[in-house]
């Protein structure tokens, strides 16, 4: 029987506000409010989408005074990056063996 994971990181990216606060949190370190003030969402679905992102191990946060600042995780983006890695070498290597198959022929 096989275990469910959830959804991977590019599913979760797959909604353009969480792509969109990846993309604010890329930038530098940010609380809820400051993402809420740059977005075209609420502050309450800014949340919502901050813990599926810290769900998927995405974001982390941490307290500073009343509020929390969440920032990316690089360990959950560089599983990414490596992911996209991985695809574009297979590509690289499908378009080599292409080549040298026309080349034999």
Same mark, same amino acid.
């Given at each position: 029987?096989?275990?469910?994971?959830?959804?991977?990181?590019?599913?979760?990216?797959?909604?353009?506000?969480?792509?969109?606060?990846?993309?604010?949190?890329?930038?530098?370190?940010?609380?809820?409010?400051?993402?809420?003030?740059?977005?075209?969402?609420?502050?309450?679905? *800014?949340?919502?989408?901050?813990?599926?992102?810290? $769900?998927?191990?995405?974001?982390? $946060?941490?307290?500073?005074?009343?509020?929390?600042?969440?920032?990316?995780?690089?360990?959950? *983006?560089?599983?990414?990056? $490596?992911?996209?890695?991985?695809?574009?070498?297979?590509?690289?290597?499908?378009?080599?063996?292409?080549?040298?198959?026309?080349?034999?022929?």
């Amino acid at each position: 029987m096989e275990t469910y994971r959830g959804p991977d990181g590019w599913e979760i990216l797959g909604d353009p506000s969480r792509r969109a606060i990846v993309e604010c949190l890329a930038r530098r370190p940010r609380a809820v409010g400051e993402l809420a003030e740059e977005l075209p969402i609420s502050r309450p679905a *800014v949340s919502q989408h901050l813990r599926v992102l810290k $769900d998927a191990g995405l974001v982390d $946060d941490e307290a500073a005074g009343t509020r929390r600042v969440y920032r990316l995780n690089p360990a959950g *983006v560089s599983a990414l990056r $490596d992911q996209l890695d991985m695809f574009w070498q297979r590509t690289l290597r499908g378009f080599e063996e292409i080549v040298e198959n026309e080349e034999q022929a």
